[in-house]
Nanobody
């Protein structure tokens, strides 16, 4: 599956952004999906993940309460709504697909994801 992330940009602290990740396959609902980010000079880290049906989701502590992950299987798209953005949220955000976890499961481990998009850059100024 090919993934195309979009929606990044330059915003001020406190602003909101919605990232989108469009998948190429009609079997999109067969994948649990995740968002990860990598800030300059840092390792890639987990942000949020959602199960195949969208019935369950998980978040990194650093974004809990501010970010919301959602998916629309009819549109083959997963979203990341980011509110109350902080300068420390500045990073390249990538979406990824996990074909292995089914039902209500999702993974926070990047090594469980087989397919990755190219990423979209989010820059938050103070």
């Amino acid at each position: 599956v090919q993934l195309q992330a979009s929606g990044g940009g330059l915003v001020q602290a406190g602003d909101s952004l919605r990232l989108s990740c469009a998948a190429s396959r009609r079997t999109f609902s067969s994948y649990a999906m995740g968002w990860f980010r990598q800030a300059p000079g840092k390792e890639r880290e987990f942000v949020a993940a959602i199960s195949r049906s969208g019935g369950s989701a998980g978040y990194a502590d650093s974004v809990k309460g501010r970010f919301t992950i959602a998916r629309d299987n009819a549109k083959n798209t997963v979203y990341l709504q980011m509110n109350s953005l902080k300068p420390e949220d500045t990073a390249l955000y990538c979406c990824a697909a996990d074909p292995w976890r089914s039902g209500s499961y999702y993974s926070t481990n990047q090594h469980d994801y087989d397919y990755w998009g190219q990423g979209t850059l989010v820059t938050v100024s103070s």
